[in-house]
């Protein structure tokens, strides 16, 4: 799978990555080293404690990365439960959100290793 079909592939903003990142060499290298972020298992983690806290770190971390990758689906999905956990420390339920964003994010993962 090409870089552009990467974004095409997961609803990304392949024309943004390009114009900011500028060649899909460097986009590719980048989308590797998220693979070693370990953001899925932090998203899995945080939403297995229920700790409003580290949900908001981990979604706050993930929709910095997304955004800069113009990895839209993930963005749009984390920055949602940042917004909807930022300076809570509890009474807050986004277990189905997260849950979401948890799918995504594996399918975008999987998406990453088919990248040639």
Do not use: W
């Amino acid at each position: 799978m090409t870089v552009k079909e990467f974004y095409d592939a997961i609803g990304g903003d392949y024309a943004k990555a390009k114009d900011t990142l500028y060649s899909d060499q460097f986009i590719s290298g980048l989308l590797k080293k998220f693979l070693m972020g370990n953001y899925y298992n932090g998203l899995i983690r945080a939403n297995a404690l229920k700790d409003v806290t580290e949900i908001f770190n981990v979604t706050h971390t993930l929709k910095g990365v997304a955004g800069n990758l113009s990895l839209t689906p993930l963005y749009t999905k984390a920055s949602a439960i940042c917004e909807a956990t930022r300076g809570k420390t509890g009474g807050v339920d986004v277990s189905k959100e997260m849950d979401d964003l948890i799918e995504t994010c594996l399918f975008v993962i999987k998406r990453i290793e088919e990248i040639e």
